[in-house]
């Protein structure tokens, strides 16, 4: 009898726990969110040049990968993610602002925007209710990510349009199955700090948006 | 050839290199999904393959 209340005493922490990891992501990600669409509509206001994006992006990416790892556990974590994130959105104001001038550019990027909003939570509301395990995609999806990567390197030696349209349709597929094992991974308890899945879910947020805006913005284009 | 697309590839470049490890120890440790595991992410994406066809109309 003793033993069946602790099973259940420790299941249910265990599951307060994922909630709570859930919880504060979800928090942290909206707030970063905001924080990034905030950076990029001053650096629209700016007139950032293009190179804005490159520089943004490499930093970003850097802090990402060597210092948000170091402080992911203290409080300093959470405004290393701030940093990334707003360095993200600022890098997005040129980009952004190259879409507006379009004679249906506004329409472009508000399609995007909303268009990612969907996938996002479509695919987030698909991993909570359904609490499957998705972590048999985490090797495809690395190998499909490096893939993509190299002909991303190729493309900008050969400059294909078509072959541009085909690595941002590859890249959102991708970008979805990432939403879909990292949300399965809080679920499961794989991954318990939040901070870590907050900019994980952010990357593939960003991601999905850019892949959205060029493939709408190359099919929208009558020229 | 711009300075820009130099980085941009340099950069790419860069993230494969680093991410390669990382991904040869996922497919060596990733669990083995069943067929009805790979049924469960193609529907979603086949959906998102819909979506985005629609949202094309819409521009």
């Not at chain 1, 707003?86 to 399609?111: D, E, Q, R």
């Not at chain 1, 294909?160 to 590859?170: C, R």
């Amino acid at each position: 009898m003793n033993q069946n209340y602790s099973t259940v005493a420790r299941r249910s922490s265990s599951a307060l726990a994922t909630n709570k990891v859930l919880r504060n992501t979800y928090m942290l990600l909206s707030l970063t969110l905001l924080f990034s669409g905030l950076t990029a509509a001053i650096s629209m206001f700016m007139n950032m040049p293009p190179m804005t994006y490159l520089i943004s992006v490499i930093g970003g990416m850097v802090i990402a990968m060597f210092v948000l790892p170091r402080f992911a556990n203290s409080t300093a974590g959470i405004g290393i993610v701030f940093l990334i994130t707003g360095m993200l959105g600022f890098g997005l104001g040129p980009i952004l602002s190259m879409y507006a001038s379009l004679p249906n550019g506004s329409n472009i990027i508000t399609l995007s925007l909303g268009g990612t909003g969907v996938i996002f939570m479509g695919l987030s509301a698909y991993a909570l209710t359904t609490r499957k395990d998705f972590s048999f995609l985490g090797g495809f999806l690395m190998v499909g990510f490096l893939l993509v990567l190299l002909a991303a390197v190729a493309n900008i030696f050969l400059a294909i349009p078509a072959m541009s349209l085909m690595i941002s349709a590859v890249v959102i597929m991708i970008m979805s199955g990432f939403i879909l094992y990292d949300t399965s991974r809080i679920i499961h308890g794989g991954e318990t700090n939040y901070v870590l899945a907050t900019i994980g879910l952010y990357m593939t947020i960003f991601n999905i948006f850019i892949s959205l805006l060029q493939i709408l913005g190359i099919m929208g284009n009558d020229d | 050839m711009d300075w820009m697309e130099i980085v941009s590839a340099f950069a790419l470049v860069m993230l494969i290199v680093i991410l390669f490890p990382a991904t040869r120890d996922m497919m060596r440790n990733s669990p083995k999904g069943t067929s009805s595991d790979w049924l469960s992410f193609v529907i979603p994406l086949i959906v998102i393959v819909v979506f985005i066809m629609f949202l094309i109309k819409l521009v």
